[in-house]
């Protein structure tokens, strides 16, 4: 059985390439399924930053040309890729470094997706499954996947690093644009509560405010409203500062010292920087952010280094595995014969044994079955460690010979 | 065979120690290696402990060299109900570099050896030093805290680039458990003092200015949750208070010991 890997990605195709064949859920199933005919086993993993077509069959340039027909739209900008390396490949993927953003956490779930929707069967159902398998330890054991990655998920981080768990914590927006939905989204899917949004334009408020399941607000007010907020992402359009100092003080007495995060994506700045000097107030600007989501892609470049080696044991896991597939006829033969072999002579002396008693009958039984299990125990281990180190025909073919297995186990 | 042991546990505390520095520059292995020093090194100190109570006829620590060897497993066996979490993880580089270095001024005072017999009952002592050193331990380890929420703070203000990369508890949860672990060892501290004093009145013992300190400790304590429960004091006041108040307690004990 071989693996046949063909695709394009990121890395090689631009954006108006990879859309040409960027397929929903179900085209990609539908690919899957037209492309695995016969014996041939097919998954098609399409995400919008790649589209890979993993095929399993005996003929892998028949494989690759159906495939390579498939993605034609995307012209030469494809790669391909063969056994150990397509195996590699995946399970980086899985794993994440091959993504934009390293460790990036959707395409393992993009994965199991294709993986569900494909048509599998025992080989791409194995490899799969250990590119999940791949992808959940490198998570697990590294760090990879836990530092933002972008501006928005590092303000909320910074939430949770003042507040802890974030359920319950009262967000104030101040502008309803894109910037402020994303933010106030990465914040309520960590379980903050959007109280208030502000903004100049009131309908704009009002309809983001609607979305997130808070109250509009007039700017002018927001100032009311800084008593009770736990975090203020601030994105408006305003030329001049929004929130001076004077405000976030008047606003402080009725804190009892509760700390409030300030988070500042407007340019130019909504907050003024001062507030940054008073007790319990962090604020935070564009630069902090971007200098912050640096660092931590920094930080994950690092483990990175520490999950391609989890990645290449699970891959090598994979290439032994993989390997034994070769000399797995061979083993059945053998063992078929032996078993032929042990029935034949039973039944010769069956006239001997018939003065046995059932129990005794069944002992003779068993006791010929562990010879022949032990017998065989210790050349079928060899086999498969042959076949992992690239003898496995060589050893396959002196068995099949000592042992006159026939030609049609080949 | 208490110094077979007492040497173990220095070392692992010691290795936990500079496992911790390592920790908070590049979290990971480090931190992993600072908690099995800091358990394997309590599981040792609590056997070295074991011993020095199965050699005594009363209670084994009464010198001031004893007292500091039990106090220090009293602190790390405190600090190990929260640093075994990889987010209190760094709480360690507050606590274990001075048990390294009590433990072996404990040592290096007899601490660590089989202890003289004194006058007083074993049950009294065991009553009276246990909860009082038990407070002292509950009074350190929200210090530890409150120099963690500090550090986190001012990395927080000063919006460094890196303020991810180190895992450390949010400002609220070490705000709370700062005041929390206070909470608990002020009552264990009265209680200590109460049998203190009733041994005094017994006895008709004089007050020394230990007991003054120790009174003095339990009064700064005191302020301190009127302050944070009742005024609302919170974050880097109510912090730095009990980082004061730690401060104050462990200039003047001593002074007042061996004055």
């Given at each position: 059985?071989?693996?046949?890997?063909?695709?394009?990605?990121?890395?090689?195709?631009?954006?108006?390439?990879?859309?040409?064949?960027?397929?929903?859920?179900?085209?990609?199933?539908?690919?899957?399924?037209?492309?695995?005919?016969?014996?041939?086993?097919?998954?098609?993993?399409?995400?919008?930053?790649?589209?890979?077509?993993?095929?399993?069959?005996?003929?892998?340039d028949t494989a690759e040309a159906a495939a390579a027909t498939a993605l034609e739209a995307v012209g030469t900008a494809l790669y391909r890729l063969r056994d150990e390396a397509a195996a590699l490949h995946l399970f980086r993927v899985a794993a994440g470094l091959d993504s934009m953003v390293p460790g990036e956490g959707e395409i393992l779930g993009q994965v199991r997706t294709a993986y569900e929707i494909g048509a599998t069967g025992p080989f791409l159902d194995r490899l799969f499954r250990q590119a999940l398998h791949a992808g959940r330890k490198a998570r697990a054991q590294t760090a990879i996947g836990e530092s933002p990655a972008s501006v928005s998920s590092a303000g909320a981080a910074l939430a949770e690093q003042v507040f802890g768990e974030l359920r319950g914590r009262t967000i104030v927006l101040l502008g309803a644009g894109k910037v402020s939905e994303l933010a106030a989204r990465n914040l309520v899917s960590r379980g903050a509560r959007i109280a208030f949004v502000a903004n100049r334009t009131a309908d704009r408020a009002t309809a983001l405010a609607e979305r997130l399941g808070g109250e509009a607000l007039p700017l002018e007010r927001v100032g009311e409203q800084l008593a009770t907020a736990d975090v203020v992402v601030a994105s408006t359009s305003a030329p001049g500062y929004v929130l001076r100092r004077d405000d976030v003080e008047a606003a402080l007495r009725g804190r009892r010292g509760r700390p409030i995060l300030f988070v500042d994506l407007a340019?130019?700045?909504?907050?003024?920087?001062?507030?940054?000097?008073?007790?319990?107030?962090?604020?935070?600007?564009?630069?902090?952010?971007?200098?912050?989501?640096?660092?931590?892609?920094?930080?994950?470049?690092?483990?990175?280094?520490?999950?391609?080696?989890?990645?290449?044991?699970?891959?090598?896991?994979?290439?032994?595995?993989?390997?034994?597939?070769e000399v797995v006829p061979a083993i059945a033969s053998l063992r078929a014969r032996a078993e032929e072999i042990r029935t034949a002579e039973l039944a010769k002396a069956e006239a001997r044994l018939g003065r046995l008693t059932e129990g005794e009958l069944r002992t003779v039984e068993s006791v010929t079955a562990q010879i022949v299990n032990k017998l065989l125990h210790l050349p079928t281990v060899r086999m498969k460690q042959a076949a992992a180190a690239a003898d496995g025909v060589l050893y396959a073919d002196t068995v099949r010979h000592l042992f006159g297995l026939g030609e049609d186990d080949r | 065979m208490a110094e077979l042991l007492f040497w173990p546990a220095l070392l692992a505390y010691g290795e936990a120690a500079v496992a911790f520095v390592g920790e908070a520059r590049r979290p990971g292995l480090p931190g992993r290696l600072a908690t099995w020093g800091v358990r394997i090194g309590w599981l040792v100190q609590t056997a070295l402990l074991v011993l020095q109570a199965s050699r005594s006829e009363g209670f084994p620590w009464t010198s001031w060299a004893g007292v500091l060897n039990l106090f220090v497993w009293l602190v790390v066996g405190a600090y190990l109900i929260w640093g075994c979490r990889a987010r209190f993880r760094l709480l360690g580089l507050a606590v274990i570099p001075p048990a390294v270095a009590l433990l072996a001024l404990a040592h290096a005072g007899g601490g660590t050896r089989a202890a003289r017999q004194t006058d007083y009952g074993s049950l009294?002592?065991?009553?009276?030093?246990?909860?009082?050193?038990?407070?002292?331990?509950?009074?350190?380890?929200?210090?530890?805290?409150?120099?963690?929420?500090?550090?986190?703070?001012?990395?927080?203000?000063?919006?460094?680039?890196?303020?991810?990369?180190?895992?450390?508890?949010?400002?609220?949860?070490?705000?709370?458990?700062?005041?929390?672990?206070?909470?608990?060892?002020l009552p264990t501290l009265t209680l200590g003092i109460a049998v203190g004093i009733g041994r005094l009145v017994v006895s008709g013992g004089s007050f020394d200015a230990v007991v003054a300190v120790t009174l003095a400790t339990w009064g700064v304590y005191t302020g301190f949750l009127v302050l944070r429960y009742g005024a609302g004091w919170r974050g880097r006041r109510s912090a730095s208070l009990a980082l004061v108040s730690l401060t104050l307690v462990a200039v003047t004990l001593p002074i007042a010991h061996f004055s």
């Open positions: 059985m071989k693996l046949v890997l063909v695709g394009t990605s990121h890395h090689l195709a631009p954006l108006e390439l990879r859309e040409r064949v960027a397929f929903p859920r179900e085209q990609a199933a539908a690919l899957a399924r037209r492309l695995a005919r016969g014996e041939l086993e097919c998954v098609c993993l399409s995400t919008c930053n790649r589209t890979e077509l993993y095929l399993a069959g005996s003929d892998p340019v130019p700045r909504d907050l003024d920087p001062e507030i940054s000097d008073l007790d319990g107030c962090y604020l935070y600007d564009l630069d902090d952010l971007e200098a912050v989501v640096t660092e931590t892609l920094a930080g994950r470049r690092r483990e990175a280094e520490r999950a391609e080696s989890i990645v290449a044991t699970e891959a090598e896991r994979f290439r032994e595995w993989q390997a034994s597939l | 009294f002592l065991a009553l009276h030093v246990g909860l009082v050193l038990a407070a002292f331990a509950g009074f350190t380890l929200a210090a530890a805290l409150a120099a963690l929420y500090l550090w986190q703070e001012r990395r927080l203000k000063r919006r460094a680039s890196g303020i991810l990369r180190v895992r450390v508890p949010s400002l609220a949860a070490l705000d709370d458990l700062v005041a929390r672990t206070i909470a608990v060892a």
